[in-house]
Antibody, heavy 122, light 110 residues
Framework: EVRVLESGGDLAQPGGSLRLSCAASGFTFTHHAMSWVRQASGKGLEWVSAISGGGGSTYYADSVKGRFTISRDNAKSTLYLQMNSLRAEDTAVYYC???????????????WGQGTLVTVSS | QSVLTQPPSASGTPGQRVTISCSGSSSNIGSNPLNWYHQLPGTAPKLLIYSNNQRPSGVPDRFSGSKSGTSASLAISGLQSEDEADYYCAAWDDSLNGWVFGGGTKLTVL
């Protein structure tokens, strides 16, 4: 059974940092690109970042470019999102999503985690 | 303001057929496949349609997708109460070099 489980969400101060993790199981992790998608309370979905299966290609939304870094450890089947210089507008539930294929541009997100809440507030 | 445009709401009665539209541009829908996701209240999104009109295993054939030019639509036939959810379209955008989503359509089953 495919599973993706996010962790690391917390309360952070503006300007602070957090690292999110996403533990994957039930599929060959290196064969699939992965993404982070966020959703502010009562709002729609916003794609944040993506990484190819091998980790050699990364992509970012303009809203987080230069502040967030996506990475993956294929030996541990784990996806990460390092979030620096956090802003109030980064407050959201962050979902980890598996892509149907390895390379980018991807095809679609066929499995999503349950999300982890990031709150940026003083 | 979302890159892809969806109506904020849609509604229908049980058994009816409803459609939800999604409009974009040449850099996203016009040149890349379109996907649909639905999200029940308090849960994570789920893939409903991918590559314009493909259903993942387990998705009933009551759900169908189509695309023409820079627009796409999701059709739900035989509407059921459990279809009440938020529906999002999404596509890769070649200009932004990233995924773009529609603002979402809240479907109400009357």
């Amino acid at each position: 059974e495919v599973r993706v489980l996010e962790s690391g969400g917390d309360l952070a101060q503006p300007g602070g940092s957090l690292r999110l993790s996403c533990a994957a199981s039930g599929f060959t992790f290196t064969h699939h690109a992965m993404s982070w998608v966020r959703q502010a309370s009562g709002k729609g979905l916003e794609w944040v970042s993506a990484i190819s299966g091998g980790g050699g290609s990364t992509y970012y939304a303009d809203s987080v470019k230069g502040r967030f870094t996506i990475s993956r450890d294929n030996a541990k089947s784990t996806l990460y999102l390092q979030m620096n210089s956090l802003r109030a507008e980064d407050t959201a539930v962050y979902y980890c999503a598996k892509d149907l294929q390895m390379s980018y541009p991807g095809v679609a997100f066929d499995y999503w985690g349950q999300g982890t809440l990031v709150t940026v507030s003083s | 303001q979302s890159v892809l445009t969806q109506p904020p709401s849609a509604s229908g009665t049980p058994g009816q057929r409803v459609t939800i539209s999604c409009s974009g541009s040449s850099s996203n829908i016009g040149s890349n496949p379109l996907n649909w996701y639905h999200q029940l209240p308090g849960t994570a999104p789920k893939l409903l349609i991918y590559s314009n009109n493909q259903r993942p295993s387990g998705v009933p054939d009551r759900f169908s997708g189509s695309k023409s030019g820079t627009s796409a639509s999701l059709a739900i036939s035989g509407l059921q109460s459990e279809d009440e959810a938020d529906y999002y379209c999404a596509a890769w955008d070649d200009s932004l070099n990233g995924w773009v989503f529609g603002g979402g359509t809240k479907l109400t089953v009357l």
